[in-house]
């Protein structure tokens, strides 16, 4: 992006009102961020959804020095601009509504038509968490996927130095500009980032640190992907706000069980039980589910265990299911003559012992 286009969208981006949704709006209208700012105010009144409000300090000329600034900063420092209309802005957020105008990245990313995923979490990830967390990467390496996290204390520092270890492209998501670095202790970690992935914000270098800039942050790492993973997470958190944001997004959602006793499983488990997330109970079901080209392999010597471990009823379920290629749940009440409430109860059942497994659109079958 040459210096002249990069500075008229930079002034546009700082202009207070005008957030990512209506600045496309005002760009994909005009043709271009400097003609947005060489518009006359009452035409870009006539556009639909804009008002005196919006455009109330468009034209003032501290915008434009800010931009100066930010430019220099930009220069100096050697840091890649995506705007929302580039080939080399990432193509899922192109997708996204919201998705900023203007991405700063440094780093080495390429994203190459690899698999993108979030790993999300608490940052008081528990021994569990930690474990089930890195398994997931090293069985996830032989596909070269993306991995994208946040760079926080916890799941996200755990995921992205599993990464590492397993030479995966990773990118931390920052909720700052690219001046500094939150938290300071993962300073350490930056140099080895940067050489196999690097950062993305669409935050200023000279934006104040604030600990709302964490859900605002949260939309790029749950849009750069095609599924978000939650690891842990108490009842209520950050990580689930990017859950919700990635549902919002149409893209797939998975969870990692816990036990309903364990505070930090709180909210993984709600987002299992309410039907916003696939249950992630083996690192190889996000492959799968997401068709990564896996022909995944057939658990052996199963059967014979498994009528040791099902009830009568679910045994029931299973045979059904074992005679078909896969279901709907509302088939499998029917067809088992189970009611629907005690069916999906039961398929859970199933699904925690491992001889089943959801796919997309409520169907399932027999691992």
Same mark, same amino acid.
């Given at each position: 992006?040459?210096?002249?286009?990069?500075?008229?969208?930079? $002034?546009?981006?700082?202009?207070?009102?005008?957030?990512?949704?209506?600045?496309?709006?005002?760009? *994909?209208?005009?043709?271009?961020?400097?003609? /947005?700012?060489?518009?006359?105010?009452?035409?870009?009144?006539?556009?639909?959804?804009?008002?005196?409000?919006?455009?109330? @300090? %468009?034209?003032?000329?501290?915008?434009?020095?800010?931009?100066?600034?930010?430019?220099?900063?930009?220069?100096?420092?050697?840091?890649?601009?995506?705007?929302?209309?580039?080939?080399?802005?990432?193509?899922? %957020?192109?997708?996204?509504? =919201?998705?900023?105008?203007?991405?700063?990245? @440094?780093?080495?990313?390429?994203?190459?038509?690899?698999?993108?995923?979030?790993?999300?979490?608490?940052?008081?990830?528990? #021994?569990?968490?930690?474990?089930?967390?890195?398994?997931? /990467?090293?069985?996830?390496?032989?596909?070269?996927?993306?991995?994208?996290?946040?760079?926080?204390?916890?799941? =996200?520092?755990? $995921?992205?130095?599993?990464?590492?270890?397993?030479?995966?492209?990773?990118?931390?998501?920052?909720?700052?500009?690219?001046?500094?670095?939150?938290?300071?202790?993962?300073?350490?970690?930056?140099?080895?980032?940067?050489?196999?992935?690097?950062?993305? #914000? +669409?935050?200023?270098?000279? +934006?104040?640190?604030?600990?709302?800039?964490?859900?605002?942050? *949260?939309?790029?790492? $749950?849009?750069?992907? &095609? $599924?978000?993973?939650?690891?842990?997470?108490?009842?209520?958190?950050?990580?689930?706000? #990017?859950?919700?944001?990635?549902?919002?997004?149409?893209?797939? /959602?998975?969870?990692?069980?816990?036990?309903?006793?364990?505070?930090?499983?709180?909210?993984?488990?709600?987002?299992?039980?309410?039907?916003?997330?696939?249950?992630?109970?083996?690192?190889?079901?996000?492959?799968?589910?997401?068709?990564?080209?896996?022909?995944?392999?057939?658990?052996?010597?199963?059967?014979?265990?498994?009528?040791? =471990?099902?009830?009568?009823? &679910?045994?029931?379920?299973?045979?059904? %299911?074992?005679?078909?290629?896969?279901?709907?749940?509302?088939?499998?009440? %029917?067809?088992?003559?189970?009611?629907?409430?005690?069916?999906?109860?039961?398929?859970?059942?199933?699904?925690?012992?491992?001889?089943?497994?959801?796919?997309?659109?409520?169907?399932?079958?027999?691992?």
């Amino acid at each position: 992006m040459k210096d002249d286009a990069l500075f008229y969208a930079l $002034a546009l981006q700082h202009v207070p009102k005008i957030g990512d949704i209506i600045a496309k709006k005002l760009i *994909n209208h005009c043709g271009s961020a400097e003609a /947005v700012l060489n518009e006359k105010r009452h035409k870009l009144l006539l556009i639909n959804g804009i008002g005196t409000t919006t455009l109330a @300090s %468009l034209f003032d000329k501290r915008h434009l020095l800010a931009a100066e600034e930010e430019l220099k900063f930009i220069n100096d420092n050697a840091i890649a601009c995506l705007y929302f209309k580039d080939h080399l802005y990432p193509q899922r %957020l192109k997708q996204c509504i =919201d998705g900023p105008i203007m991405l700063f990245q @440094s780093g080495s990313i390429s994203f190459q038509e690899q698999p993108v995923i979030s790993i999300v979490g608490t940052r008081r990830i528990t #021994t569990y968490g930690i474990a089930f967390c890195e398994k997931l /990467v090293e069985e996830l390496a032989v596909f070269n996927p993306i991995i994208v996290s946040g760079f926080a204390y916890g799941t =996200d520092i755990i $995921a992205q130095k599993a990464a590492l270890k397993y030479n995966l492209q990773t990118i931390g998501c920052l909720a700052h500009g690219l001046n500094q670095i939150y938290p300071r202790s993962h300073k350490k970690y930056m140099i080895e980032v940067e050489n196999n992935g690097g950062f993305l #914000t +669409d935050f200023w270098s000279t +934006d104040t640190f604030d600990r709302n800039n964490f859900l605002k942050r *949260n939309r790029i790492i $749950a849009g750069l992907s &095609e $599924a978000t993973i939650v690891i842990e997470s108490a009842e209520k958190g950050g990580s689930l706000v #990017t859950a919700d944001i990635a549902n919002s997004y149409d893209r797939e /959602v998975f969870a990692v069980p816990g036990r309903t006793t364990d505070s930090q499983s709180i909210g993984c488990n709600n987002l299992i039980k309410y039907q916003k997330a696939h249950m992630l109970s083996n690192p190889l079901d996000v492959p799968y589910l997401l068709n990564w080209n896996f022909d995944r392999p057939q658990k052996k010597g199963i059967q014979k265990q498994l009528f040791i =471990d099902l009830n009568t009823d &679910e045994r029931t379920i299973y045979n059904y %299911l074992k005679s078909k290629d896969k279901q709907l749940l509302d088939i499998i009440s %029917l067809d088992c003559s189970i009611p629907v409430f005690k069916t999906a109860s039961l398929l859970l059942n199933l699904e925690l012992k491992g001889v089943v497994r959801p796919l997309p659109g409520k169907l399932f079958e027999v691992i």
